[in-house]
């Protein structure tokens, strides 16, 4: 199913959003001039869904928005970087498992006792946040989903979706899943698109860092480097691109290599390189704190499986002008359109997988429009400006509407006796 531009949200300028987003709008008529948002988590795990609520926290406006980020779990990951944030606080629930029935009214009693008024639940935390919300009378529920990390099916999922409804919007990071959505019973004018956001650190290198270590990683000027990044497990796919580099190898000799990562199938991967041919040809860098370099280095970002968060990699790629060979998987056909930043070819068949990146290889005026396209649609979509202007609009939005419907009842006239 389509939903048209008026159904789902979509993006304006930057600009334009940030002068909208006054503090008069914040407002809305509803008498507070500056919010308290809970953002729930089940734990701050180093995950990218994680990572993504971190820097929402950090991006909102101190100044009209007072943030709770609150887990259900205590957790040590990521913590210090919320804890000297100026408008950010940091709670846990402490909760010790689903036999720990306390979690709820612990949760209400911060709901009432902060006085917050939105919560934006996500993920484990969804039922529990939804359910302490309705209880607590808290006025704004937000849910943010990834369509791709949602297990279908299930009783708890039906009653997770029932609590959805009674929501005042679902947050979902593509049109795909948006549409997935709808399909589930959810209404499709509760939905909004916001797409997950790249921190400027995400695609801050130079060339002289990328020549550098493309001469530590032994890759000579004139040879290609095609990389992988993300974490070694089955569903992403390395397996194929092993393969596909075995082909590559024969096709173009010279080829590079590059898998950065870490994961539980680093030790089989390296193996199957070793009985497939590649040794001196392919490297295993491990995992990085700053990726961004080792993407710069690459000639082709490659997206071999379905994992969800091999994404991020993808958009990071494109961020910094890398074409793309993704396979056809979750939302990669809309995050990476065919034919404008890269390729999009058949899951598990390492053979197009292979002949498509050797047409990139190939076409070296293609390869040019796909870099300025993908810069072109990473700073219209995928920026983490862009992303915190939008629910900083959402959360307006919602709250606008609020005042409205205040404004409304003290309106109605008094039924005489």
Known sequence: MQLSTQEMHTYVPAEDAIERATSEQLCGGAGKTRLTVMLLADELSPDSAERQLVDLARGLDEERFRVLVTTLRVSTFLEDELRNTPGVEVRSLGWRGRWDTTVVPRLVGMLRREQVDAIQCSAAATTVGLVAAMIARTPLKIVTQRH????????GRRFEDRLIRRADSLVIDSELGARRSVARGIPHEKLQVIYDGVPPEGVRTSIAEREALRSELGVLDESWLIGVAGRLTAE??????????????????????????????????QR?????????????AGPQVRLAPYIAAMDVAVLPGGDAGASEFGLEAMGLGRPIVAVDAGSNQEFFPMGEVGLIVPPDNPIILAHAILEVMRHPDAVERMRARGRELFNERFTMKRMIVSYDELYSDLWSRIGARRAQARMKPVRSR
Do not use: C, M, W
């Open 148 to 155: 791709s990390a949602r297990s279908a099916g299930g009783l």
């Open 272 to 284: 199957r390189a070793t009985i497939l041919g590649l040794d001196g040809s392919i490297i295993f």
């Open 236 to 269: 992403a796919g390395h397996g194929n691109f092993l393969q596909a580099a075995s082909i590559l190898r024969a096709e173009a000799p010279g080829t590079k290599f590059l898998v950065v990562g870490y994961g539980p199938l680093r030790a089989e991967l």
